[in-house]
């Protein structure tokens, strides 16, 4: 397996070089050269297995650099149960009603999502930086949950330091308890004067400046790192096995002719004859719901991907318009949901390279410019051929969404959850699954859940006070220069 960049410039690579790479040297970032096919008599295989065999599998047909032993031995390590929650389906599903889900991601070390690519990064990360003798300075940036998981996975790792950006200010205290209590000397946060876009920024800045980031041996955890989003395809095919699990139509089916589609594009092969289902996805940065997308193409039967917004709603207006137009820093809202509050999805130029046929010149084109929109053969694409839907929350929707999910369901849900559940009731299709990505659990934002429900959020024992705790982080200009600096401060540049 070979990977090229977006935009179309320089080499193909294998999948340990742009692990360590983050951003592809044209700007642009790396896809694979094709989606491996599964069919259904695959899928009827891997519905047997452990969440840890099925996070081989799959990756597996990504990854053929690093020996399948090692890398079966890798996944193991990652996801057990003790690790995350005890739960030995590691990302359980709890139906809310018949054909309504909300698949538990939170279970992690961070309570968060993102634990669930992020602990195996902090593994490969560790085992390639092992073989080669090498040191990496991770550079990245953080909405309020990536930040943490990084942390919590690479604390300790031999070799990694990392570079924690975050907009100051703008994250809940239980978030930034999270990242700055820790005390680790290879764990530096730098709180930014800015938003969220503004921390990205300078990310990509640097990581553009290949002098530098060649000298500085800078990588990204950020959901621009392929690896990490190639980790959340895994519980797509989880949460599918699981919500069909008693469907009638289980049987097999033949995969297209060979040629019939672009390797990249087209109807899931085995979505003919099995049982579909749909998921709804809070979205930010889209790199959640592009892993969703990548579970598609290989031939996963998802009937919808669905992205829910917040406020801060740039990804559902491009799918209700075909536009898509980025906001500045003053345009970009401060919500209760804050993970969501960006207005620049990075992860959104892989679809949109899909989307255009892999060309580089086009995608450049388009990521380089303040606004593009797609023609009307585009935007019907984007619906039928790929599936899309979206949806926007506010903040009274969200406490509404968490006071009526508490007294319907009896379950408690963190407000960009909430954002997910009020779309996915929106978009649910009579007879297809509908399947909520939980972002975080509701302990995490205190605040709001105080608003929607009278109550204080339950914690998990041993986290009560960690608001309290010393803090270990540095506010900086909104200036990529003053984070270069920081850098140079803080590592050895040889």
Known sequence: MKYVSTRGGGLQKRFCDILLEGLADDGGLYLPTHYPQVDAATLARWRTLSYAELAFEILSLYIDDIPAEDLRRLTAQTYRAEVFGGRPEITPLHTLEPGLHVQELSNGPTLAFKDMAMQLLGALFEYELGRRGEALNILGATSGDTGSAAEYAMRGRAGVRVFMLSPHGRMSAFQQAQMFSLQDANIHNLAVRGVFDDCQDIVKAVSNDLAFKKSRRIGTVNSINWARLLAQVVYYFAGYFQATKDAPGLRSASPPPEGATPAWGGPAPAANDLPRVSFTVPSGNFGNVCAG??????????????????????????????????????????????????????????????????????????????????????????????????????????????????????????????????????????????????????????????????????????????????????VIDNDVQAVRTFIDAHVDPR
């Open 293 to 474: 997308h990548v579970a598609r193409q290989m031939g996963l039967p998802i009937a919808q991907l669905v992205v829910a917004t917040n406020e801060n709603d740039v990804l559902d207006e491009f799918f209700r318009t075909g536009r898509y137009a980025p906001r500045g820093a003053a345009q970009t809202h401060a919500t209760s949901s804050p993970s969501m509050d960006i207005s620049k999805a990075s992860n959104f130029e892989r679809f949109i390279a899909d989307l255009f046929g892999r060309d580089g010149a086009r995608v450049h084109s388009a990521f380089t410019s303040p606004s593009f929109e797609l023609s009307a053969a585009e935007k019907a694409e984007v619906e039928g051929r790929y599936a899309f839907a979206s949806g926007r929350s506010s903040h009274a929707d969200r406490l509404t969404t968490i006071r009526t999910c508490q007294q319907r369901y009896g379950r408690l849900i963190d407000p960009h959850t909430a954002d997910g559940l009020k779309v996915a009731l929106e978009r649910r299709q009579a007879g297809v699954p509908m399947i909520v990505l939980e972002t975080a659990l509701p302990a995490k934002f205190a605040e709001t859940l105080r608003e929607a429900t009278g109550q204080e959020p339950p914690r998990l024992a041993g986290l009560e006070g960690i608001e309290a705790l010393p803090k270990r982080v540095t």
